[in-house]
C-alpha cells in the first residue's frame, strides 16, 4: 500500500472536515483532492463506480483500496499510520466508547444537519420555498442530541473521556456548519453551557481553524443574502434525513 494516501473531501462537509482535521492533527501523509460536490460531479455514474455508489465524500484512496463513510476513513488511517492511541482508544473499553459515541452521531447529532442544509443551501439549489418544517425537524434532533451531549460532557472534558478522541472532531464539525450558518440562537446555545464550553475550547485548536476556513466563508455569504449556485442534493435530501420524516413537499430530483 503506498505510504501517501488520496483524501478526496470537500471543505463544506463536517465529515469530510472531522477526516481532515484529524489527517492534520495525527501528521499523516495525504493528498489533498477536492470534489465539487456543488456541481454534482460526484452524482455521475463514474464517479459512483469509482469511488462510492452513495455518490458521498469523504473518500480516501490507498493504492486500490477505496474506502467511504468517515469514521471507517478515520478508523483505517488510525490503524495504518498507527496515529497516538488518544484518537481511537488504548484499551477495549475506550475503544468501544469510541465506537459508541460514533455509532450514537451517525443516527442522532448528524441528522441535525438538516437544520444547517435548510435554512443555508436549500435556498440556493430550489429557490425560495418554505422550509421551515425541515429546519424545525433538524432543529429538534439537534437540542435532543445537545441534551445528552451536555449529560457527557459535564462528566469528563472531551465526549470519550479526558483526552480528544475521533469523536470530538466527528461532533465538533456539525457545531462548526451550525455556527457558521447561524442555525443555533444564543438562547440556545446558553442552555446547553458545557456543550458550547468544549465547542469554544476545540474551535482553538489551530487545525480545526485551518479546516474550518471555507465553511465560515459559506455562512456568510449565506447571511448577506446572496445565493451561492449549486446543483447539488445531499444525503439529506436524498431521504436519508431526520427520523420519519419522508419527504415534505420539497422538490428534489433523482438523476
Ligand atoms: N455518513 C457519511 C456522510 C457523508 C456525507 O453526508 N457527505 C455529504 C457531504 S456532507 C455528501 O457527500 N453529499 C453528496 C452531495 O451533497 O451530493 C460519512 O460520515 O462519511
Known amino acids: 500500500m503506498s505510504s501517501i494516501v488520496r483524501y478526496l473531501h470537500h471543505p463544506a462537509s463536517q465529515p469530510c472536515r472531522a477526516v481532515h482535521q484529524f489527517l492534520l492533527e495525527a501528521d499523516i501523509p495525504f493528498i489533498e483532492e477536492i470534489v465539487d460536490i456543488m456541481s454534482g460531479i460526484n452524482e455521475r455514474k463514474e464517479f459512483k463506480d469509482q469511488y462510492n455508489p452513495t455518490g458521498q465524500v469523504p473518500i480516501l484512496i490507498d493504492d486500490d483500496f477505496v474506502v467511504w463513510e468517515s469514521a471507517a476513513i478515520a478508523f483505517y488511517l488510525n490503524e495504518k499510520f498507527k496515529a497516538p ?18 455509532h450514537w452521531h451517525s443516527t442522532t447529532l448528524r441528522r441535525g444537519a438538516g437544520a444547517f442544509f435548510y435554512s443555508n443551501f436549500a435556498e440556493c439549489i430550489w429557490g425560495p420555498q418554505d422550509y421551515s418544517k425541515e429546519i424545525e425537524k433538524g432543529r429538534h434532533v439537534l437540542r435532543e442530541s445537545m441534551e445528552i451531549l451536555e449529560g457527557w460532557l459535564s462528566k469528563t472534558p472531551y465526549v470519550c473521556g479526558n483526552e480528544i478522541s475521533f469523536a470530538d472532531l466527528q461532533g465538533f464539525h456539525e457545531f462548526v456548519s451550525h455556527h457558521a450558518g447561524y442555525v443555533i440562537p444564543d ?16 474551535s482553538e485548536r489551530p487545525h480545526a481553524k485551518t479546516v474550518s476556513t471555507t465553511i465560515k466563508k459559506v455562512g456568510e455569504i449565506r447571511k448577506a443574502g446572496e445565493i451561492i449556485p449549486m446543483t447539488r442534493r445531499t444525503s439529506l435530501a436524498k431521504g436519508t434525513e431526520v427520523i420519519g420524516s419522508g419527504n415534505l413537499g420539497i422538490p428534489y430530483f433523482n438523476s
Do not use: M
Not at 93 to 99: E, G, M, S, V
Not at 187 to 202: G, H, N, Q, R, S
Open 187 to 202: 438562547d440556545e446555545w446558553a442552555k446547553f453551557p458545557t456543550v458550547k464550553a468544549w465547542f469554544d475550547k476545540l
Open 85 to 102: 492511541s488518544n484518537w481511537f482508544g488504548d484499551t477495549a473499553q475506550q475503544r468501544a466508547i469510541i465506537q459508541q459515541y460514533l
